[in-house]
């Protein structure tokens, strides 16, 4: 009866001694199941006698309730506190806003189980709750039984999130237990930044399984492997951003199981990452935060990444100026605990060595759940980066690669970090990772070193980072590092950047990253810009939830390879450019760093403009603005999206060096006219 | 003592309320979910329902004001209408807003005219009865524990 359990739920909370003491057993079993009572529900419904009396039904239940009328304001609190929520109980009809779109949304940001309600107990509203995601699906009037038990789902998914980690060995599961136990991370950065990082991340790992599910009734979350990713970018930006459709995207891609659904999901998130990326506001801090966020656990023994690591890592040489910078940009960024900056690093990593798209690091990085998520957000790497780019990577990549290797074999200066590196490889997760380690500490590492700092930061990053400073050498990595879609970057090259292939996993040498970063500092002097990096992480973070991330990244990095190669500006300055590029995509937080990056990007570009590619990104303007930023937000400047029309590497490239223009001014002094990009000792 | 006989008579216009239909088991979900944090909370959400639903049901006035009837828009209405009246328990008023939602599905003009004059009298009743109810539950004190009604 309600009214007993009602009374024992009041009971215990009443906590009449002489009750429960009589009641043993409901006193004992309320003591120490404490779990179900304090539940953080968030309640979504325009109706205000619903919600008063949903609220009172979960407040009988123990919960802790949050009520709110209005979808939008739902989503910004959920935003501001990603972990402020264990579930999330919304209406279907909604004024302002569908209760599905918002269902959607929880899910591609914030990756909460979310249970619909509804007077409508019709079989095709009900499905509708299936198929978006719902874990599920309460008919009105609720009672509160039905409300007693929510907590399951709550536990589910944290269950299988853990699972697929483990499976994955990808950080995402961890990286969202993770996620949950460190909300400042996530909620400081834009929400961008985390939104789907989890999310992406777990989808990311099991691409196969789950796409093949998805196409069935059961939940269309199809998981957006980095191929598959590419495949739907080049897709996109074949038909035109504008005229994308799913049906026709569909069509294009040509995947067998894929349904117009997993499409238009999926689209929709890649326009909000687009359009995260094209207003996403810098927050210096969140970058460290997004990203590092899941990636914090891990990341924490590369924020110890020093400076000298970095240059360590650099002077081995194999890692790029950029990935040096972004490295550091990202390990240093981030001086919290959080293990947050090897991610920046990592995710350069990963791009570098998506040569093996599907190297997941993850294996070893499981224990990095952080960077698997991370990582994510590399696979997703456009295919934008198309072959031609990833020549250019290639070459960077080639340098990369041997610093990847370098850095592996520095053994795990970090432990932790190692797992991000790993992560990094891992073409999924790596744009995440990368962020996120490279978020929070490039910036840190670029504020106090200045323009040293770039390859001080980079150094300091590398550490962690290891296998992420190959990337920085490589120029097409570096515009990795920070946003995770640098990490993806390389995985769609997969192929082509030899470097690339660095093996995060090998991060060991995530140490040695740091010392890569190092020697960029010959060549920084303006590697200001690594401190831009960081914005990446917030990038990945975000971009985790959007594949579109990834592309940025990529794009960045290939724009760097481009110039990398041509340019001896393997320096820091690639570096810095490079990871700000990349990071500028992606993020766009890159504020600081974009500036610095996209002067050097610039450079690189116009010396390096080997692949040529680097020239055509004039238009991604956001790179720059991310670059500069700092923060991870991608958006910061960018004043064009970063994803253009076609995000392709082209976009990238133009808005690299547009970043570049823009950044100029930025704090780094990059002095990159000076720069002779032969300098750069890759 | 004086109070029995209220409370009796309380009792016996509950008991009403749910006899004649006017509400049903969900109204005893509320009265289940009243405690001494909230003692008054069932005529709060009462109240509350009143507040809001009387702007529904002035909007669906006024969208049948207007030829033709926008049917979708009256719909949307009536749903939140609806959604509103089940979680208080209010059964005719719920009977009426699904006999509405029929009519304007199906198209039917008049259909929505009649049923949406016949909801309003359904809705006018109710909420008298509450009225009368609460304000003699505030003056016997607070209510026994809910019972079924019988």
């Known amino acids: 009866m309600n009214s007993s359990i009602g009374k024992a739920y009041m009971s215990t909370a009443s906590s009449s001694a002489g009750r429960k003491a009589g009641d043993a057993a409901a006193a004992a079993a309320a003591a120490a199941d404490q779990f179900p009572a304090g539940l953080r529900v968030l309640v979504v419904d325009d109706d205000p006698t619903c919600l008063m009396?949903?609220?009172?039904?979960?407040?009988?239940?123990?919960?802790?309730?949050?009520?709110?009328?209005?979808?939008?304001?739902?989503?910004?609190?959920?935003?501001?506190?990603?972990?402020?929520?264990?579930?999330?109980?919304?209406?279907?009809?909604?004024?302002?806003?569908?209760?599905?779109?918002?269902?959607?949304?929880?899910?591609?940001?914030?990756?909460?189980?979310?249970?619909?309600?509804?007077?409508?107990?019709?079989?095709?509203v009900v499905m509708k709750g299936v198929t978006h995601g719902a874990c599920d699906y309460l008919i009105k009037p609720v009672r509160i039984e039905a409300l007693k038990n929510i907590w399951q789902h709550v536990v589910r998914k944290r269950k299988n999130e853990w699972k697929d980690f483990e499976q994955s060995g990808s950080v995402e599961e961890g990286d969202r237990q993770l996620k949950q136990s460190e909300d400042a991370d996530y909620s400081s950065s834009a929400n961008e930044g985390n939104w789907k990082s989890s999310k992406r991340r777990k989808d990311d790992e099991d691409e196969t399984d789950e796409r093949d599910d998805t196409s069935s009734l059961k939940k269309p979350r199809v998981v957006w492997s980095v191929e598959l990713h590419q495949q739907f970018v080049a897709a996109v930006n074949q038909l035109g951003?504008?005229?994308?459709?799913?049906?026709?995207?569909?069509?294009?891609?040509?995947?067998?199981?894929?349904?117009?659904?997993?499409?238009?999901?999926?689209?929709?998130?890649?326009?909000?990452?687009?359009r995260r990326l094209s207003g996403v506001s810098q927050h210096p801090g969140n970058l460290?935060?997004?990203?590092?966020?899941?990636?914090?656990?891990?990341?924490?023994?590369?924020?110890?990444?020093?400076?000298?690591?970095?240059?360590?890592?650099?002077?081995?040489?194999?890692?790029?100026?950029?990935?040096?910078?972004t490295l550091q940009s990202s390990g240093l960024g981030r001086p919290t605990g959080k293990s947050g900056i090897p991610m920046p690093l990592i995710d350069q990593r990963n791009i570098f060595s998506f040569e093996n798209p599907k190297l997941r690091f993850g294996e070893g990085q499981q224990q990095h759940v952080n960077n698997n998520k991370q990582m994510n957000l590399l696979h997703g790497i456009p295919t934008t980066m198309e072959p031609k780019q990833l020549a250019g990577l290639h070459h960077g990549a080639q340098s990369m690669g041997n610093m990847n290797m370098q850095v592996a074999s520095h053994g795990s200066q970090s432990s932790q970090n190692n797992p991000l590196l790993m992560q990094m490889a891992q073409p999924q997760a790596r744009g995440q990772m990368l962020n996120d380690s490279s978020l929070?500490?490039?910036?840190?590492?670029?504020?106090?070193?200045?323009?040293?700092?770039?390859?001080?930061?980079?150094a300091a990053n590398v550490p962690t980072r290891n296998g992420i400073q190959e990337n920085i050498r490589a120029p097409s990595y570096n515009p990795v590092p920070q946003t995770s879609s640098m990490l993806n970057f390389p995985m769609n090259h997969a192929s082509e950047?030899?470097?690339?292939?660095?093996?995060?996993?090998?991060?060991?040498?995530?140490?040695?990253?740091?010392?890569?970063?190092?020697?960029?500092?010959?060549?920084?002097?303006?590697?200001?810009?690594?401190?831009?990096?960081?914005?990446?992480?917030?990038?990945?973070?975000?971009?985790?939830?959007?594949?579109?991330?990834?592309?940025?990244?990529?794009?960045?990095?290939?724009?760097?390879?481009?110039?990398?190669?041509?340019?001896?500006?393997?320096?820091?300055?690639?570096?810095?450019?490079?990871?700000?590029?990349?990071?500028?995509?992606?993020?766009?937080?890159?504020?600081?760093?974009?500036?610095?990056?996209?002067?050097?990007?610039?450079?690189?570009?116009?010396?390096?403009?080997?692949?040529?590619?680097?020239?055509?990104?004039?238009?991604?303007?956001?790179?720059?603005?991310?670059?500069?930023?700092?923060?991870?937000?991608?958006?910061?400047?960018?004043?064009?999206?970063?994803?253009?029309?076609?995000?392709?590497?082209?976009?990238?490239?133009?808005?690299?060096?547009?970043?570049?223009?823009?950044?100029?001014?930025?704090?780094?002094?990059?002095?990159?006219?000076g720069y002779s990009l032969d300098n750069i000792p890759v | 003592m004086e109070r029995n006989p209220m409370r009796r008579q309380l009792a016996i216009m509950r008991k009403s309320l749910f006899d004649q239909g006017h509400l049903d088991e969900q109204f005893i979900e509320l009265e289940e979910l009243q405690d001494?944090?909230?003692?008054?909370?069932?005529?709060?959400?009462?109240?509350?329902?009143?507040?809001?639903?009387?702007?529904?049901?002035?909007?669906?006035?006024?969208?049948?004001?207007?030829?033709?009837?926008?049917?979708?828009?009256?719909d949307g209405y009536m749903h939140q209408f609806k959604g509103s009246s089940t979680s208080i328990g209010a059964k005719k008023v719920k009977a009426e807003s699904t006999l509405f939602r029929e009519y304007c599905r199906s198209g039917n003009a008049e259909g929505c005219v009649r049923a949406f004059q016949q909801l309003k009298k359904e809705y006018g009743t109710l909420r008298k009865k509450l009225e009368a109810y609460f304000q003699l539950a505030r003056q016997t004190g607070p209510m026994e524990t809910a019972s079924r009604p019988k």
């Not at chain 1, 690189?604 to 004039?618: E, K």
């Open chain 1, 241 to 274: 951003i504008d005229k994308a459709v799913p049906k026709k995207i569909l069509e294009l891609m040509n995947v067998p199981g894929l349904t117009r659904e997993n499409v238009a999901s999926h689209l929709q998130k890649y326009r909000l990452y687009l």
């Open chain 2, 36 to 74: 001494d944090a909230n003692p008054n909370f069932v005529e709060e959400v009462v109240a509350l329902y009143f507040r809001d639903s009387a702007r529904l049901i002035l909007n669906m006035e006024q969208a049948l004001e207007g030829k033709p009837f926008d049917f979708n828009k009256l």
């Open chain 1, 440 to 458: 929070g500490h490039a910036p840190r590492l670029l504020s106090p070193m200045g323009q040293p700092m770039l390859s001080n930061g980079i």
């Open chain 1, 497 to 673: 950047l030899p470097g690339n292939s660095y093996p995060l996993g090998s991060t060991p040498g995530i140490s040695s990253l740091t010392p890569k970063v190092a020697f960029r500092e010959d060549v920084n002097s303006d590697i200001k810009g690594s401190v831009g990096f960081l914005p990446s992480y917030d990038i990945f973070n975000d971009l985790d939830h959007h594949k579109p991330q990834n592309w940025e990244l990529q794009n960045v990095g290939m724009t760097f390879d481009a110039s990398q190669h041509s340019n001896s500006l393997q320096g820091n300055l690639n570096h810095a450019q490079s990871v700000l590029v990349q990071q500028g995509f992606s993020s766009g937080q890159m504020n600081g760093q974009n500036r610095s990056a996209t002067v050097v990007s610039k450079t690189m570009f116009s010396s390096g403009d080997s692949t040529g590619h680097v020239n055509a990104q004039n238009g991604n303007q956001p790179l720059n603005s991310l670059l500069v930023d700092g923060t991870v937000r991608v958006k910061s400047e960018t004043p064009t999206n970063l994803y253009p029309d076609d995000f392709g590497q082209e976009d990238l490239m133009s808005a690299l060096l547009k970043q570049q223009d823009v950044i100029a001014p930025a704090e780094h002094e990059f002095d990159f006219d």
């Open chain 1, 288 to 325: 460290n935060n997004s990203f590092m966020s899941p990636q914090e656990a891990t990341f924490g023994p590369l924020s110890s990444l020093s400076g000298l690591d970095l240059q360590t890592l650099a002077a081995t040489g194999q890692l790029p100026a950029q990935s040096l910078v």
């Open chain 1, 53 to 124: 009396i949903l609220e009172k039904m979960l407040r009988t239940c123990l919960y802790e309730v949050t009520k709110c009328n209005r979808a939008e304001t739902a989503l910004s609190m959920l935003r501001e506190n990603k972990n402020g929520f264990d579930v999330v109980i919304s209406d279907v009809h909604m004024p302002d806003m569908d209760g599905f779109k918002l269902l959607e949304h929880i899910g591609l940001e914030m990756d909460l189980p979310v249970i619909m309600m509804s007077a409508d107990d019709g079989k095709h």
